[in-house]
């Protein structure tokens, strides 16, 4: 007969077996896990990571993370137990960096054979990019272009200009020449010397300066009078000149002979013209000029001096 001692024996010897078998069935303890703290940067992200930033590995195992800025941000700094540890692929130490190829920006490191903690952050950098001034190639004149990073100038080149910065450009020509347009960014309506670049990636603006040839008349002399060509001089006294005594000539770069252009003098009441001087030396009334160069041209007017005392003119005389 089974007595309620026995039944208890039995009870336990059963209970044993069943607890090592369990054990048989699950294998032997795990080794004690380590630690690898993960900081999570701005402007990008790490993964792996939990809501304690801390990833368990255990003795001799290994972990992979992947490290990826955010759009329009790059990789900068990839920092290992507080140090960098470089951009290229290679064997860090702790574990193994892979550099993206291509036009990835992803990087990886892969902690192997852990057996201590490790801890594992990065910094990003926002793209950027160059931004390059011509202001030759369309150009015949010459001038100076300013802007951020830009002093062209000798710098023609905005270098390392972060990503969705807007650029401002002005442009100054230098004395013999004008500033025409821009091409490449947006021209200021209210001062065109003036255009704005939006940067999302490298770029080119071209601005065209055009040399000029400048004719300047000036009138001089006791007297009155008016020097014209058309429509473009229409110079009168009083002295040294009022009205439209300046024209400007343009040489681009597609001309290729000079502009030939008439002046006329003509004298005003009872005064006279007396003739050219300057860049041209002439006493006739009507001037041609070529405007291979700037010119400065003087007309004099004078006046007309009554015959003197004394003085018999032959028709006078023959009748005597």
């Known amino acids: 007969m089974l007595t309620k001692a026995k039944a208890a024996g039995v009870l336990w010897f059963f209970t044993l077996v069943g607890l090592f078998f369990l054990l048989g069935m699950a294998g032997p303890p795990e080794a004690s896990a380590w630690d690898i703290t993960v900081t999570a940067p701005e402007n990008g992200k790490i993964t792996p990571i939990t809501d304690s930033n801390v990833i368990p590995v255990p003795e001799g195992g290994s972990k992979l993370f992947t490290i990826k800025p955010s759009s329009h941000y790059q990789v900068e700094t990839i920092l290992i137990d507080g140090l960098s540890v470089g951009l290229t692929t290679g064997d860090k130490g702790s574990g193994i960096l892979t550099a993206p190829t291509g036009k990835s920006k992803v990087y990886k490191f892969n902690f192997t054979n852990v057996t201590a903690n490790h801890s594992i952050t990065a910094t990003f950098a926002i793209d950027t990019f160059n931004l390059t001034v011509d202001k030759t190639s369309q150009s015949s004149g010459t001038g100076t272009i300013t802007g951020i990073n ?18 401002e450009l002005t442009a100054v020509a230098d004395a013999g020449s004008t500033f025409e347009k821009w091409s490449g960014c947006k021209s200021d309506k209210l001062d065109p010397t003036k255009c704005t ?4 990636k490298a770029n080119t603006v071209r601005a065209t300066f055009t040399h000029t040839h400048t004719l300047t008349v000036t009138i001089a002399g006791d007297e009155t009078g008016t020097v ?26 597609t001309t290729t002979t000079s502009k030939v252009i008439t002046l006329n003098a003509v004298p005003s009441g ?50 005597m």
């Open 150 to 167: 830009i002093n062209c100038g000798d710098d023609c080149i905005g270098e390392n200009i972060a990503y969705n910065t807007l650029v």
């Open 197 to 200: 670049v939006l940067v999302k």
């Open 228 to 253: 014209n060509s058309g429509k473009i001089i229409n110079c009168t006294s009083p002295n040294p000149g009022a009205g439209d005594c300046t024209e400007v000539y343009k040489w681009t770069i």
């Open 270 to 319: 009872a005064s006279t013209f007396t003739g050219w001087t300057g860049d041209y030396t002439a006493s006739t009334n009507q001037l041609t000029v070529t405007m291979d160069d700037d010119k400065d041209i003087t007309a004099t007017f004078g006046q007309v001096l009554p015959p003197r005392k004394g003085q018999l003119c032959r028709s006078q005389v023959k009748s």
